[in-house]
């Protein structure tokens, strides 16, 4: 990395972090004979230590004392561990049931989604490009549901919880690795609760084989690693430009249902895709163009 400028170390740390994200699809693939939420449960057990190093190594434990010590962060940060869980499952269900497809729109239209929870919730307002956004994607899902003749829901509900849960974390004053060590930890508990009820039912399959545990173990460091280095590209790269490289985990996820899982792409569904893909163009571009707006305003303010 030496020879690097902070901002190009933050476009790798970025790109490294959705290349985690996108390959996700992959790995939970060879896991389909795994339970959905022995996966699910994993990906929270086996993040927290790895969370808790981290924490520790940034000095940030201060913080995470400050947090548990009030209440109303605490209740908010169990609702999003709790939501945050749910994503992870129904994604990794929608896998197993092959339906991959179907769980990148949902983070294909996320961002969008973002856009609509600001403007209902925190009082943002559309300028055109992101209401021209904004119209192209619910396009894209009208045709998909005339299409298949039944609304996408899961891609929705995919999308959705993710919007709900960033619009509750960025209602609080919490960074990110602090946050995410306290959502592992406060869900620990349950979920070590719903492991040993995997294991009475005979169904669990950590410990029955070395490639299964040691799979299952690497689900956190996967989620863990993520994360890692998608906070780190955020200390280093403009909001904007985060915002632009955040497409490269939904199409790596895309391109792995259609060319490795051999999902089946009709015209339609292709059509609703490129509708959504033209959206997050126009919504990108006009993230940018505020930016370079705003940062010119504050260069005049200065001089």
């Known amino acids: 990395m030496q020879g690097l400028s902070e901002q190009q170390k933050g ?85 197993e ?40 994607a619910a396009a894209g899902v009208i045709i998909q549901t005339v299409a298949t003749g039944v609304l996408p829901w899961l891609g929705l509900m995919l999308g959705g919880s993710f919007c709900i849960y960033g619009l509750l974390r960025k209602k609080i004053p919490v960074g990110p690795t602090q946050g995410f060590l306290i959502e592992v930890l406060l869900i620990t508990p349950p979920l070590l609760a719903v492991q040993y009820y995997l294991v009475q039912q005979g169904v669990a399959r950590f410990g029955t084989t070395l490639s299964d545990t040691l799979m299952l173990m690497g689900c956190g460091v996967l989620t863990s690693g993520a994360l ?3 906070a780190a590209s955020l200390k280093r790269l403009r909001y904007s430009t985060a915002g632009l490289l955040q497409y490269i985990s939904p199409s790596l996820v895309f391109l792995t249902a259609v060319f490795v899982f051999g999902e089946h792409m009709d015209v339609w569904k292709l059509l609703s895709f490129v509708l959504i893909w033209v959206g997050l163009a126009v919504y990108s571009v006009s993230a940018l163009q505020e930016e370079r707006s705003r940062r010119a305003v504050e260069a005049a303010a200065v001089a």
């Open 11 to 95: 476009v790798v740390f970025c790109v490294i972090a959705h290349l985690f994200w996108g390959t996700m699809a992959l790995y939970f693939g060879f896991m389909r004979h795994v339970p959905v939420m022995e996966i699910a449960v994993n990906r929270g057990v086996w993040a927290l230590p790895i969370a808790a190093v981290i924490v520790w190594w940034l000095g940030q434990y201060g913080d995470v004392w400050r947090v548990l010590r009030n209440p109303k962060y605490v209740a908010i940060l169990a609702l999003t561990s709790s939501i945050i869980v749910f994503n992870w499952g129904f994604y990794i269900w929608s896998i």
């Open 97 to 136: 049931q092959h339906r991959t497809i179907e769980a990148s729109l949902g983070y294909f239209i996320n961002p969008l989604l973002n856009v609509v929870a600001g403007y209902i919730f925190l009082h943002e307002r559309f300028n055109k490009a992101q209401l021209i956004a904004i119209v192209l």
């Open 228 to 230: 890692i280095f998608f």
